[in-house]
């Protein structure tokens, strides 16, 4: 099912608010009257983590259209990513990283390829 | 009067650097946003409802190569799942509140200002659940007011969205950066990527996002499992690395 319409985006939004709640309400609600598996812990320890890493290389390494791997061709993003790992180590703020991580990409996408 | 009246400011102060960090992200989230053709009230909603960022790039990133409805659903899913662990680590400080406070509660959660809450109920004993709800209702205002000035502004300015769209990657490595507790994390941060191209060059679409993933995490779940058992504690992979014991922990076991 394609999204286009105003009221494909407002099926989409209700959706995605259930898709969201679920996990931020019942782990809650429930945890808070019992104890959490060490199993479920353990192995929601590595999810994000996972994800995120996944996200990041599906930005910087792979044509987003056909899903090939484009290898270290988008070398603008490559350098903005070296920068903003190393802001958010050192800083570790949240709203610095991204606005250098916008500058660095927007100030190298004018001398190498994005 | 005056008790509240300063603690009302406390929270203020607390929640103020969060707010802050929303605006150049709600911008560039809301001029995504118009440009996957979402309209002013449809950009309100979608901040006010779902109420992450990652969810609201993802969403618009989706649209802009026409992905259909279910693999946004399911990728969004994934993304979300997280708060399970950030709910289920809250909730022994929200025991003994109302259902309806609950709801309202979890519905407001985000990365953000969960690290905030969480560290304030470690470390405040007189930090309540409604202040830690007050922190929660000032980062979505912040959130949404910025997601409303960046749709009007996409309006009328055109930007590379490529750049724009950097901003939710450099979200997704500040989160990556602040997870990283030992060498095993980064292992399988980078197990993650090599399983993505492979699985997203294979299968050819984002499923390959959810492949990679649960591959990457249950390899780092059975190796953990592996060491701790084996009495490796202080090994190699899992040697704490220092300065990150900090604020953005996201889970209880093991300390």
Redesign the interface.
């Known amino acids: 099912m394609s999204v286009t319409t105003n009221m494909d985006h407002f099926i989409l939004i209700l959706l995605s608010m259930l898709v969201a709640f679920v996990p931020r309400y019942f782990p809650m609600k429930i945890f808070a009257s019992r104890e959490i598996p060490k199993w479920f812990n353990e192995w929601m320890k590595y999810v994000p983590v996972s994800l995120f890493t996944a996200l990041v290389v599906k930005d910087v390494f792979m044509n987003t259209e056909t899903y090939e791997f484009i290898g270290f061709d988008s070398v603008a993003k490559i350098i903005a990513s070296v920068i903003v790992m190393a802001v958010s180590y050192y800083s570790r703020s949240m709203g610095l990283a991204v606005v250098v991580g916008l500058i660095a990409v927007a100030c190298l996408s004018l001398v190498v390829p994005i | 009067m005056k008790k509240s009246d300063t603690r009302r400011k406390e929270v203020f102060q607390i929640a103020l650097?969060l707010c802050?960090?929303?605006?150049?992200?709600g911008l560039?989230c809301g001029v995504l946003l118009h440009a996957a053709?979402?309209?002013f009230l449809?950009t309100a909603?979608?901040s006010l409802?779902?109420?992450?960022g990652g969810?609201q790039f993802m969403?618009a990133?989706m649209?802009t190569?026409?992905a259909?409805?279910?693999t946004?659903?399911l990728m969004?899913?994934?993304?979300?799942?997280?708060?399970?662990?950030?709910?289920?680590?809250?909730?022994?400080y929200?025991?003994g509140t109302s259902k309806k406070f609950?709801?309202i509660?979890?519905?407001s959660?985000n990365d953000?200002n969960y690290a905030v809450n969480y560290l304030k109920f470690a470390t405040d004993k007189t930090w309540t659940p409604q202040n830690a709800l007050s922190v929660e209702h000032l980062s979505l205002l912040f959130w949404t007011v910025s997601n409303l000035i960046g749709s009007l502004a996409g309006g009328f300015i055109s930007v590379?969205l490529?750049?724009?769209?950097?901003?939710?990657?450099?979200?997704?490595?500040?989160?990556?950066?602040?997870?990283?507790k030992n060498r095993l994390?980064i292992l399988?941060?980078?197990?993650?990527?090599v399983?993505?191209?492979l699985s997203?060059?294979w299968?050819?679409?984002?499923m390959?996002?959810v492949v990679?993933?649960l591959i990457?995490?249950?390899?780092?779940?059975a190796l953990?499992?592996y060491l701790v058992k084996k009495g490796k504690n202080k090994a190699f992979l899992l040697k704490k690395i220092k300065?990150n014991a900090?604020?953005?922990e996201?889970?209880k076991?093991g300390e």
Request: hydrophobic residues 55%.
């Open positions: 650097p802050m960090s929303y605006i150049p992200i560039a053709g979402f309209n449809m909603l979608v409802l779902v109420f992450s969810a969403i990133s649209l190569i026409h259909p409805m279910q946004i659903l969004l899913l994934f993304l979300e799942m997280r708060y399970a662990l950030l709910g289920s680590s809250l909730s022994q929200v025991r609950l709801l509660f979890a519905a959660m953000e590379n490529t750049i724009v769209d950097y901003a939710l990657t450099a979200l997704f490595i500040y989160m990556i950066v602040m997870q990283i994390t399988i941060s980078i197990v993650s990527g399983f993505a191209v997203m060059a299968l050819k679409s984002t390959g996002l990679a993933t990457a995490s249950l390899i780092g779940f953990e499992d300065p900090g604020r953005k996201i889970s076991s």
